[in-house]
């Protein structure tokens, strides 16, 4: 039996949605945009919005291994199912862009399944406790840098 968890955040970007998009679905570059949560990434289009991504991700001060299966909605963000059996984790992320009055609002949800037993008891609590405001540092703060004016 595994356990699921779900996380929610929903920022707003002063910046157009299209120059957030165009960052946010230029996966080969996030290494160089995002440096804190991804360390190389492999990108194989499979048609115009189907992306087969091998990335080496961070997290909890570990580096490992993540298989991306994602499906770009242009103008509109991303879905991705990822795998990362050498973690002990499997997940569904969804991004989606909308505007906002104050520029692209990003609502960012992520259901984390854990596989290992052994790993719930450790992971859980971080990943429902840490992994947003995280994220929101390692993504959404490089994010405003990058485009915000």
Same mark, same amino acid.
Do not use: C
């Given at each position: 039996?595994?356990? &699921?968890?779900?996380?929610? @955040?929903?920022?707003?970007?002063?910046? =157009?949605?299209? %120059?957030?998009? /165009?960052?946010?679905?230029?996966?080969?570059?996030?290494? %160089?945009?995002?440096?804190?949560?991804? %360390?190389?990434?492999?990108? %194989?289009?499979?048609?115009?919005?189907?992306?087969?991504?091998? /990335?080496?991700?961070?997290?909890?001060?570990?580096?490992?291994?993540?298989?991306?299966?994602?499906?770009?909605?242009?103008?509109? @963000?991303?879905?991705?199912?990822?795998? *990362? =059996?050498?973690?002990?984790?499997? @997940?569904?992320?969804?991004?989606?862009?909308?505007?906002? =009055?104050?520029?692209?609002?990003?609502?960012?949800?992520?259901?984390?399944?854990?596989?290992? =037993?052994?790993?719930?008891?450790? /992971?859980?609590?971080?990943? /429902? @406790?840490? *992994?947003?405001?995280?994220? &929101?540092?390692?993504?959404?703060?490089?994010?405003?840098?990058?485009?915000?004016?």
């Amino acid at each position: 039996m595994a356990d &699921e968890i779900t996380l929610h @955040g929903s920022w707003v970007i002063k910046a =157009p949605r299209s %120059e957030v998009f /165009a960052t946010l679905t230029d996966f080969e570059r996030w290494p %160089e945009y995002f440096p804190k949560v991804a %360390e190389s990434v492999r990108v %194989e289009r499979l048609g115009d919005d189907r992306r087969a991504i091998d /990335a080496t991700v961070k997290s909890f001060g570990q580096r490992f291994p993540v298989s991306m299966s994602t499906q770009v909605h242009p103008g509109t @963000g991303f879905d991705s199912d990822n795998e *990362s =059996p050498k973690f002990g984790t499997s @997940g569904h992320e969804d991004v989606r862009l909308s505007d906002g =009055p104050d520029g692209t609002v990003i609502d960012y949800t992520y259901q984390v399944t854990i596989h290992r =037993p052994w790993l719930r008891v450790v /992971a859980k609590p971080l990943i /429902a @406790g840490f *992994s947003m405001r995280y994220w &929101e540092k390692a993504v959404i703060h490089e994010l405003r840098t990058r485009v915000e004016r």
